[in-house]
Antibody, heavy 120, light 107 residues
Framework: QVQLVESGGTVVQPGGSLKLSCEAS????????IHWVRQAPGKGLEWVAF????????FFADSVKGRFTISRDNSKNTVSLQMNSLRSDDTAVYYC?????????????WGQGTVVTISS | DIQLTQSPSSLSASVGDTVTITCRAS??????LAWFQQKPGKAPKSLIF???TLQSGVPSRFSGSGSGTDFTLTITNLQPEDFATYYC?????????FGQGTKVEIE
């Protein structure tokens, strides 16, 4: 069965950096896009970043553009989200999600989430 | 960016009721509209994609309809496990966006 397991969440000071990882299993990783979605405490869902199945296309929300980068290692079935210049409003649960099949590329499976807290 | 507005923001219902949640997009998204269910402290669960296609394993009491800018999620014969927050999401254009959520509570 499809599994996505996030890791790396912790408490970081404002201005700091953090790298989240998403390890995938149960599907042909090289065939599917992966996304990061976050949810601030008590708030709704916010799409953050996307990386295409081959790693050749990446998109970011305006709120993180220039601060976050995304990469994937198809030999290890992992996607990483490098977060720099962190701010208090980056505090959230970060989920990785698997994209669906063409043309309905939206999320079909989600990880359990990892908590990122930006605080001094 | 495409804005999605859900209504109502919350509703109270009883087991066995039928509930309908609407999602309106600020511009047309064809049928690239999905619905998700989220329970407190848990990850979202994918319910519907393509406006009306159920994800594998989702009970048939869930249904979706609409195209363009107006969409609905209907839950018939509401069950105790259906009390949760529901989100619509468009994937026609980046940035992908979500509605603000609709909380379905026990009456």
């Amino acid at each position: 069965q499809v599994q996505l397991v996030e890791s790396g969440g912790t408490v970081v000071q404002p201005g700091g950096s953090l790298k989240l990882s998403c390890e995938a299993s149960g599907f042909t990783f090289t065939t599917y896009d992966i996304h990061w979605v976050r949810q601030a405490p008590g708030k709704g869902l916010e799409w953050v970043a996307f990386i295409r199945y081959d790693g050749n296309y990446k998109f970011f929300a305006d709120s993180v553009k220039g601060r976050f980068t995304i990469s994937r290692d198809n030999s290890k079935n992992t996607v990483s989200l490098q977060m720099n210049s962190l701010r208090s409003d980056d505090t959230a649960v970060y989920y990785c999600a698997k994209g669906g099949g063409w043309p309905h590329l939206t999320f079909d499976h989600w990880g359990q989430g990892t908590v990122v807290t930006i605080s001094s | 960016d495409i804005q999605l507005t859900q209504s109502p923001s919350s509703l109270s219902a009883s087991v066995g009721d039928t509930v309908t949640i609407t999602c309106r997009a600020s511009q047309g998204v064809m049928n690239f509209l999905a619905w998700f269910q989220q329970k407190p402290g848990k990850a979202p669960k994918s319910l519907i994609f393509g406006a009306s296609t159920l994800q594998s394993g989702v009970p048939s009491r869930f249904s979706g309809s609409g195209s363009g800018t107006d969409f609905t999620l209907t839950i018939t014969n509401l069950q105790p496990e259906d009390f949760a927050t529901y989100y619509c999401q468009q994937y026609n254009n980046y940035p992908w966006t979500f509605g603000q959520g609709t909380k379905v509570e026990i009456e």
